[in-house]
């Protein structure tokens, strides 16, 4: 994959890409906490399954007891039964 | 977490129903607007609970007819609520307003004084003197002045060469640093000669003023002339008199008797105790016993005082008083010869503690002991000179 001039300057200056690409970050605390900065809007949420825009792709989570423990414009606290984690 | 959590309680924040069809929507234009919303659950297949505070919900109406979704309040917690709930009830909000308002007086009184770094001075002679000053407990802490009870406490007492008076909360430690006690001194510019406080054998004499009349090895009797105060003038004629001034080192012997004891004293505890709890009040006590009187002939008595307090120095006037009297009996044992020795010598060393002592002889008999010290001290003492008195018990050196 061709790296974009941005993301090769980031890389040089060894910069946290999260902020300059406006990439998502994901925490995740064994399987129960799971925090992703930068998103962009929640597509969908149910207990089972939540799926969040991010700036280049999806995330999807499925588990089950999925809560939302905190929302805020960049930031989506999700605790509960963590089970899968893809890029869609 | 926990403080955010308090925060919100003491804010006030509504559990809310969300429905509709797409609620998704309803959280994103939340977030953009920065609305926060936590513990956010799914409740039916149309329909999510979420937690938001009132300010977050007044402005909730327009973004749910954007989304489409209806809003309704399901409960409201914290304390704004809670208040309003019960602003009916007279009785309970004067008590919640009397414990404040109890709670803020009783912390503007001094209920504790501290007294530190006393050695000479009691305790109780400091507080005496503190409460003829101006302090004492129960007065309002703001009231003090600290400068004007520091400067009469200096004047009142003469022991004390420091005060400090801090006010922490309803404490007021006072630190107290005392004169060092003057030594017995002859005044300083009467002439005086030195003589030995008892028999012994010099070790080292340094005369720092006056004629030395002893050297070291010297046998010296009590009351002799160390250091004379008499000089011979330089011309031979006359005597002039100075303050003589000086240290004798000196090997003395102290013989101590004490007898042997056949018998050694214990307590044992026989398992019967009392009580006696108490409650104080100010200065009040309540007590949680009928019977005064404690019939036990010896006993162990073991205090305890738990002091009502805010924090460290917020002390309340409450304090519990916990008091056990055990009753103890004391048994005569027979000890065998080792154990009464040990208890005879430990009582005769006990007798020589503030004295240095270089070696020691013992001799025992059946029901005493003697034990001789060889002890190196100072025997040096001032008295004034006897006038007309000349150095003739000891040649000029």
Redesign the interface.
């Known amino acids: 994959m061709k790296k974009s001039k941005k993301e090769r300057l980031t890389e040089l200056l060894d910069m946290p890409k999260e902020v300059i690409l406006d990439l998502p970050k994901l925490t995740l605390y064994s399987n129960n906490q799971l925090t992703i900065e930068n998103y962009s809007?929640?597509?969908?949420?149910?207990?089972e399954h939540i799926r969040l825009k991010t700036a280049d792709k999806t995330v999807a989570v499925s588990g089950s007891n999925?809560?939302?423990?905190?929302?805020?414009?960049i930031d989506v606290l999700i605790e509960g039964d963590i089970s899968k984690i893809e890029y869609i | 977490m926990f403080l955010v959590k308090l925060f919100n309680l003491i804010q006030g924040y509504v559990t809310i129903i969300i429905e509709g069809v797409f609620p998704e929507r309803f959280l994103n234009i939340c977030a953009r607007r920065g609305i926060y919303l936590w513990d956010v659950k799914r409740t039916g297949k149309l329909s999510l609970s979420a937690n938001a505070s009132v300010r977050g919900f007044r402005l909730m109406r327009p973004i749910a007819k954007k989304a489409r979704c209806t809003v309704r309040i399901k409960k409201k917690r914290g304390i704004p609520f809670y208040i309003y709930k019960h602003r009916r009830r007279k009785a309970f909000a004067v008590g919640a307003g009397l414990f404040v308002l109890l709670l803020f007086v009783m912390t503007r009184f001094i209920w504790v004084i501290d007294v530190t770094g006393n050695d000479i001075l009691s305790t109780e002679t400091v507080l005496e003197n503190l409460e003829r000053a101006g302090l004492k407990t129960g007065m309002l802490s703001g009231k003090i002045d600290t400068e004007y009870i520091r400067d009469k406490m200096m004047i009142s007492l003469e022991e004390l060469s420091w005060i400090g008076i801090n006010i922490k909360g309803t404490t007021a430690h006072i630190e107290i640093k005392e004169r060092e006690q003057k030594p017995d001194l002859f005044p300083k510019d009467e002439p005086c000669s030195i003589y030995a406080l008892t028999d012994g054998v010099i070790q080292s004499i340094d005369a720092q003023n006056g004629q030395r009349l002893v050297a070291a090895g010297d046998v010296v009797k009590k009351g002799q002339l160390l250091i004379s105060g008499a000089l011979d003038s330089k011309t031979g004629e006359g005597v002039r008199y100075v303050h003589a001034d000086g240290e004798v080192m000196a090997r003395t012997w102290r013989e101590i008797t004490v007898p042997i004891p056949g018998y050694a004293e214990e307590k044992v505890r026989t398992g019967r105790s009392k009580s006696k709890h108490m409650v104080k009040i100010f200065s009040f006590y309540i007590k949680f016993f009928t019977n005064d009187r404690i019939s036990y002939t010896n006993y162990d008595r073991i205090s305890y005082v738990k002091k009502l307090s805010i924090g460290k120095d917020m002390v309340l006037p409450f304090s519990f008083h916990y008091d056990n009297y055990y009753e103890v009996e004391i048994i005569r044992r027979e000890t065998d010869r080792n154990e009464a020795l040990d208890i005879a010598r430990s009582e005769a060393k006990n007798r020589v503690k503030d004295i240095l002592v270089v070696s020691s002889v013992e001799e025992e008999s059946q029901d005493t002991l003697k034990i001789t010290y060889e002890c190196l001290e100072n025997i040096a003492q001032k008295k004034a000179i006897l006038k007309g008195e000349t150095n003739d018990n000891g040649e000029n050196t």
Not at chain 1, 41 to 47: F, M, P, V
Not at chain 1, 66 to 72: F, G, Q, V
């Open positions: 809007g929640i597509l969908e949420y149910t207990s999925l809560e939302l423990r905190t929302i805020t414009d």
